[in-house]
């Protein structure tokens, strides 16, 4: 009885491990473009909390541990949040669903990502570089230190013949 109690015991533990690693929010897409797992950590600057992205949206979490709580709601994928140095805002980059209909030549269409500011409570997400230009990102965003601007990575896409050849970042 011993060894079976053991036994059962062993698959106990990592099945209650892993119901209890489920978001508040489980978050169900076919879009093969969703990340899955938490990514992108960032602490703010009292050290209170931690922001990610995960499975396209972006959360946050007390960095002691503890319940998540997802902050953004919008269709498409959220990555690469950075907290203000005052902690009260966090910045990410945006990039919303792509349309299921190919265009001319029957070429996908490209990805669009922009820059969005929201507060840290996840609500007034405000879109500050706009994502209009196919084939553009502004990505990775970074506070400047007066918590008022940040800095981004710029890139582009080359594309010939219906073929990305090349990638600009700036």
Not at 16 to 37: C, K
Not at 50 to 67: D, E, L, R, T
Not at 95 to 108: D, E, F, I, K, S
Not at 120 to 128: K, N
């Amino acid at each position: 009885p011993t060894m079976r109690r053991l036994f059962w015991r062993s698959l106990a533990i990592p099945l209650l491990v892993l119901s209890s690693l489920r978001a508040h929010e489980p978050h169900q897409s076919a879009d093969p473009t969703q990340a899955f797992g938490a990514v992108m950590p960032r602490i703010s600057a009292d050290g209170q909390w931690v922001a990610f992205s995960y499975q396209g949206a972006i959360w946050k979490m007390p960095s002691a541990g503890g319940p998540m709580y997802r902050l953004s709601r919008a269709a498409g994928f959220d990555v690469e949040p950075t907290w203000s140095s005052d902690g009260k805002q966090i910045a990410y980059a945006y990039t919303p669903p792509l349309p299921a209909v190919r265009g001319p030549g029957g070429m996908l269409p490209l990805p669009v990502t922009g820059i969005y500011v929201m507060r840290e409570d996840g609500s007034g997400a405000q879109v500050q570089i706009a994502h209009d230009t196919p084939g553009v990102g502004h990505e990775t965003p970074m506070w400047a230190p007066d918590a008022k601007s940040f800095y981004v990575t710029y890139t582009e896409l080359v594309v010939e013949s219906n073929i990305v050849r090349d990638q600009i970042v700036e």
